[in-house]
């Protein structure tokens, strides 16, 4: 089982910047694939990143050049650099964990966190 909590949103202006944490534990997290999703109101949940084992990477279009992803593993942590940020970037943002690695769709994770909000407003 891995378990999985964000932290780090809020409210940030256009253009601005912050930086999601995502704490893991559990036994498998160690060997597994960590990915971001995010949700709009009234929208489905999609894929911004996902970061394997030995920091391999692979983003969504929507975000490439703006967002970094990075993992600890030592501190079993993982981290979202989001910068540049757009009204559009407002949503709740997930992490999650799968046993398979660079994964874009959600079905293929089986364990996620609560989530936290990410809001880009002026």
């Known amino acids: 089982q891995v378990q999985l909590a964000e932290s780090g949103g809020g409210l940030v202006q256009p253009g601005g910047s912050l930086r999601l944490s995502c704490a893991a534990s559990g036994p498998q997290y160690r060997t597994s694939g960590v990915g971001w999703f995010r949700q709009a109101p009234g929208k489905e949940r999609e894929f911004v990143v996902a970061?394997?084992?030995?920091?391999?990477?692979a983003y969504a279009d929507s975000v490439k050049g703006r967002f970094t992803t990075s993992r600890d593993d030592a501190k079993s942590m993982v981290y979202l650099q989001m910068n540049s940020l757009k009204p559009e970037d407002t949503a709740l943002y997930y992490c999650?964990?799968?046993?398979?690695?660079?994964?874009?769709?959600?079905?293929?994770?089986?364990?996620w966190g609560q989530g936290t909000q990410v809001t880009v407003s002026s």
């Open positions: 970061v394997a084992v030995g920091s391999i990477t």
């Open positions: 999650a964990a799968s046993s398979t690695w660079l994964r874009k769709n959600q079905s293929d994770y089986r364990y």
